[in-house]
T-cell receptor, first 112, second 112 residues
Framework: TQLLEQSPQFLSIQEGENLTVYCNSSSVFSSLQWYRQEPGEGPVLLVTVVTGGEVKKLKRLTFQFGDARKDSSLHITAAQPGDTGLYLC????????????FGAGTQVVVTP | DAGITQSPRHKVTETGTPVTLRCHQTENHRYMYWYRQDPGHGLRLIHYSYGVKDTDKGEVSDGYSVSRSKTEDFLLTLESATSSQTSVYFCAIVQVPNTEAFFGQGTRLTVV
């Protein structure tokens, strides 16, 4: 059982549509990160959320941290083919700082 | 660019042989991590280090050992490789306090 559960596992949408990816846990996190990974490369950090209820925007991407700091979401508005990739959430639970763990990832495919 | 280099980038080895993967960083980061990535599992933590000669186990540490005799190098050893250790291995440096990870390019290991 993974500490961080991501859903859905796979998402295929048309260009211009919106999508949301979820990251849930029963543990509390002092911070959560979102990464995007392209084939053959390592994950690249997109954003870190720290405060419960926090919302951060990165162009068309909106990230939210749950009030209880146990979950997070990533919303993409008007998706483009360049948004295609594997999206991963990650964090270290407050009771096991140092053990930075990742969700299984959500594969997003945006077709023109 | 976090100055992280993994070597080798690709390796094919036989079952039962020892294998050592190297992670080298140039920016004096204290925290270094080893992950493996397999389809459907995302990134799973093998071992991590919080300083020279200070290491701890992750969620999938069985069959792996690590060493960190210098700040810049973190070595991952498979004492006797098995087919189940065929995977892509990623090294990361992690910046505190928000555990933000920056990854190397990965090592694709195949055990035949």
């Amino acid at each position: 059982t993974q500490l961080l559960e991501q859903s859905p596992q796979f998402l295929s949408i048309q260009e211009g549509e919106n999508l949301t990816v979820y990251c849930n846990s029963s543990s509390v996190f002092s911070s959560l990160q979102w990464y995007r990974q392209e084939p053959g490369e390592g994950p690249v950090l997109l954003v870190t959320v720290v405060t419960g209820g926090e919302v951060k925007k990165l162009k068309r991407l909106t990230f939210q941290f749950g009030d209880a700091r146990k979950d997070s979401s990533l919303h993409i508005t008007a998706a483009q083919p360049g948004d295609t990739g594997l999206y991963l959430c990650a964090g270290a639970a407050t009771d096991s700082w140092g053990k930075l763990q990742f969700g299984a990832g959500t594969q997003v495919v945006v077709t023109p | 660019d976090a100055g992280i280099t993994q070597s080798p980038r690709h390796k094919v080895t036989e079952t039962g042989t020892p294998v050592t993967l190297r992670c080298h960083q140039t920016e004096n980061h204290r925290y270094m991590y080893w992950y493996r990535q397999d389809p459907g599992h995302g990134l799973r933590l093998i071992h991590y280090s919080y300083g020279v000669k200070d290491t701890d186990k992750g969620e999938v540490s069985d069959g792996y050992s690590v060493s960190r005799s210098k700040t810049e190098d973190f070595l991952l050893t498979l004492e006797s490789a098995t087919s189940s250790q065929t995977s892509v291995y990623f090294c990361a440096i992690v910046q505190v306090p928000n555990t933000e990870a920056f990854f190397g390019q990965g090592t694709r290991l195949t055990v035949v």
